[in-house]
C-alpha cells in the first residue's frame, strides 16, 4: 500500500511569487491535512480537507489556500511569498488509526 | 486549542541505555500519536495510543487520558534512535508538542 506521496520534494521560490505543492494521499483515505514546521514555531497544522471540503483552518493568512480533488489528492497554494514562508510543509492522511505525513516539501523563499 | 508539553527537551544517552519521554496535554482527546522525525524530515509514526499500552520492539507507550499525560519508553537504545520525537493530540487537527531531540551516542 502506497504511503502519502508528496511533491515536489524541495523547491525555490523568490519572494513574491506563489508556490503550489502537492499531496496524494494513502488510497482511500478522504481526509487530508497540512501542516507548516519551522524552527521558530514548531509544526503547525494549516487546513484539513475532507471529501472536497475544507473542514477545519489553522490561523494563517489568506495568502495559504488549498483545495481538494474528487480523488482525494490536494494541493496547497501559497500566494505573494514571504521569505518567513521558508518552511517544512507536511501533508498527512488520516484513517481510524491516525494520521500517516509524507516526506514532506521543504520551500526556501529567497 | 489544546496545549502539548514535551519534556525534556533534550536527551543524550550512551548507546543501551534507557529513556523516558513524557507528554502532557491539556485537554481531554480521542487521539495521540508518537512520531519520529528522521533526518530528511518525514514524521515516522511511532503509536497511536489514545490510552492504555503498546510495545513495538524497544518501544513503548503508555497513555494515561484521565491524567492527561502519555510517557514513550526507549529501551537498549541504539544510534538509529537518535532524532526528534513528537508527542501529537486531536481530532481533526493535531496539536504537536515542541519535540524531545534524542542523541544517542555509541
Known amino acids: 500500500k502506497a504511503g502519502v506521496t508528496q511533491t515536489p520534494r524541495y523547491l525555490i521560490k523568490t519572494r513574491g511569487q506563489q508556490v503550489t505543492l502537492s499531496c496524494s494521499p494513502i488510497s482511500g483515505h478522504r481526509s487530508v491535512s497540512w501542516y507548516q514546521q519551522t524552527p521558530g514555531q514548531g509544526l503547525q497544522f494549516l487546513f484539513e480537507y475532507f471529501s472536497e471540503t475544507q473542514r477545519n483552518k489553522g490561523n494563517f493568512p489568506g495568502r495559504f489556500s488549498g483545495r481538494q480533488f474528487s480523488n482525494s489528492r490536494s494541493e496547497m497554494n501559497v500566494s505573494t511569498l514571504e521569505l518567513g514562508d521558508s518552511a517544512l510543509y507536511l501533508c498527512a492522511s488520516r484513517a481510524e488509526t491516525g494520521y500517516t505525513f509524507g516526506s514532506g516539501t521543504r520551500l526556501t523563499v529567497v | 486549542g489544546i496545549q502539548v508539553e514535551q519534556s525534556p527537551p533534550d536527551l543524550i544517552l550512551q548507546e543501551g541505555a534507557n529513556s523516558t519521554l513524557r507528554c502532557n496535554f491539556s485537554?481531554?482527546?480521542?487521539?495521540l500519536q508518537w512520531f519520529h522525525q528522521n533526518p530528511w524530515g518525514q514524521l515516522i509514526n511511532l503509536f497511536y495510543?489514545?490510552?492504555g499500552t503498546k510495545q513495538n520492539g524497544r518501544l513503548s507507550a503508555t497513555t494515561v487520558a484521565t491524567e492527561r499525560y502519555s510517557l514513550l519508553y526507549i529501551s537498549s537504545s541504539q544510534t538509529t534512535d537518535s532524532g526528534v520525537y513528537f508527542c501529537?493530540?486531536?481530532?481533526?487537527?493535531?496539536?504537536f508538542g515542541a519535540g524531545t531531540t534524542v542523541t544517542v551516542r555509541a
Open positions: 501529537a493530540v486531536g481530532d481533526y487537527k493535531l496539536s
Open positions: 495510543i489514545p490510552s
Open positions: 485537554d481531554s482527546v480521542n487521539n
